[in-house]
């Protein structure tokens, strides 16, 4: 189900909200009820399709490689 999650301008407001395709419909803050939302793009879905190697014969270098340097020790 497409759920959008909207920002109220207003109030501030961060809601989430279920919306049908090919109805979109106005969208009213639930704390303040205001109209002066803002849908915020947010993808909590990965998207199925990554382009993939369909034949892959031999892989000599590992071309992977992300660096988490020493001392990951950090309080958010
Ligand atoms: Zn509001």
Same mark, same amino acid.
Do not use: H, N, T, W
């Given at each position: ?17 279920l919306?049908l395709?090919?109805? =979109? ?9 205001? =109209?002066k ?9 990965? &998207?199925?399709?990554?382009?993939r ?8 270098? &590992? ?14």
């Amino acid at each position: 189900m497409p759920i959008f999650e909207y920002a109220c301008q207003s109030c501030g407001k961060v809601f989430e909200k279920l919306q049908l395709v090919g109805r =979109e419909e106005q969208v009213k803050c639930p704390a303040c009820a205001s =109209e002066k939302v803002e849908k915020k793009i947010s993808a909590p879905f990965l &998207p199925s399709s990554v382009g993939r190697p369909a034949d892959s014969a031999s892989c000599a270098a &590992p071309a992977k490689s992300d660096g988490c340097s020493s001392g990951c020790a950090s309080g958010g």
